[in-house]
């Protein structure tokens, strides 16, 4: 009879309680994982769609040049077997970069939706203005190359041509306007490579004696619009209606000006910074200067899937703060609440990030933690009201409730501060947790005493 009142008072003790909500919290960690996995796949129905949209209208586009590239050619010899030697030809590309090169693009940006998701797309009309002069030749004279000036081409790299929408016309020097060709225009590796680039002739005389050149380019594009350095003074003078760049790449904006109505921004890069001679010899001419570009992306302002990833990382925590709350209300209150009774709480707080991302994704992310944190706070400090049969002690869940909600938003919103107030709230809050059960009974003793008392 005494083992069974030792298991009895054991069970009926604080601390048992107490480590029983210690496990309902990690077993919570369960639905917990498959909310992310839910809010992992939305982000991924969003992001098919907004390469969906790219397909169709235009991707992220990249351009690349102009530049001049010219096919070479060089005899190698190579050991076959024994003492036996053969020639060989290796073929390659002289690239010349222009002297200067301005870049003038003016977007004008529109949202499309696909289902319930929506891409920022753009229409813009890009300028490019500059000059070639004389090529220096000794760096790939020196290595013994013929240079096949007969097949010269000017270059512009576009990475995704199916947001051209007008073909281009290019002024070469005081010649008639010409139009632009689709390709590379020179071949290499697969013969009669068309992607990614647009191109025209040019003769030896203009290509050895340098020139200037102007085109206006169309081009759709969604997400972002970015450039590469291509001449040895660059300039980039952009203006779009968007109100919310995100200047990205390895050059930012030497000035900007962003408001409501959109935004400027100018770039001036000289060679120096861009670390690139003006004469290069290449294998393979499609990945020119690819790892100095620079843009602007049309960013976004609330990304909410990857906030509610963040909130998910902070869910047990905030559990935890909860569960002790109610904990110490039941220790208060004498009144006992049911450890099914936390687990359907516990239910109701994981619920919230799905209420959350169901709403944010028709109302916006701000309306819609406010409606979800609401609920949540609301029905909550309802039902711990009700167990308890005490309207105060409701009221002091959904006031715990609502002010943790309130701290996670804050959270959310100052990420550079997120650890240094994260750390003081949980200290805090582990001092309030402390102090308020300083006088707990952990092992229940008194109340099994008092209990022996009463009956006897």
Known sequence: MGIVDAIRSLMRSPAFKFVIIIILILALGIPLLFVYLMVTERERYAT??????GRSWGGEQLLRGPFIVVPTVREKTVRVRNNETRTEKVHGFAVFLPEELKIAPSVRTEVRRRGIFEVPVYRSEVSFAGKFVAPELRKVARQGIEILWPEAVLTLFVSDVR?????????????????????????????????????????????????????????????????????????????????????????????????????EASWKIPRLARGQSQTLHVANPTNLMGSTQFGVSFFQPVKFYSLAERALKYAQGFLAIVFFAVFILEIQSKRRVHWIQYLFVG??????????????????????????????????????????????????????????????????????????????????????????????????????????????
């Not at 098919?48 to 949209?53: G, K, L, P, S, V």
């Not at 799905?354 to 028709?362: D, N, W």
């Not at 005490?390 to 006031?399: D, T």
């Open 48 to 53: 098919t769609a907004q390469t969906e949209i």
């Open 163 to 263: 947001g051209i929408k007008k073909t281009a016309e290019i002024t070469l020097g005081d010649a008639a306007p010409v139009k632009f060709r689709s390709g590379l225009g020179v071949e290499f590796s697969s013969p009669g490579r068309l992607a990614g680039a647009i191109h025209v002739p040019i003769d030896e005389a203009a290509a050895n004696q340098g020139f200037s050149f102007s085109f206006d380019l169309e081009l759709n594009g969604s997400s972002a619009l970015n450039f590469v350095p291509a001449g040895g003074e660059t300039e980039v003078s952009a203006q779009s209606d968007w109100p919310h760049p995100s200047f990205q790449g390895n050059f930012l904006p030497d000035t900007r000006t962003i408001s409501d109505k959109g935004f």
């Open 347 to 456: 239910f109701a707080l994981v619920i919230f990030y799905l209420v959350l991302i169901g709403t944010a994704e028709h109302i916006g992310f701000e309306a819609g933690y406010l409606a979800a944190s609401a609920a949540t706070s609301a029905l909550v400090g309802t039902y711990i009201g009700t167990v308890t049969n005490s309207l105060s002690r409701g009221g002091q869940i959904f006031a715990i409730i609502a002010i943790i909600y309130a701290l996670l938003y804050l959270l959310l919103r100052v990420e550079d501060y997120a650890l240094l107030i994260g750390s003081i709230a949980a200290f805090l809050m582990l001092a309030a947790v402390m102090f308020a059960t300083r006088d707990v009974d952990w092992s229940g003793k008194q109340e099994a005493t008092d209990e022996r008392v009463g009956v006897s």
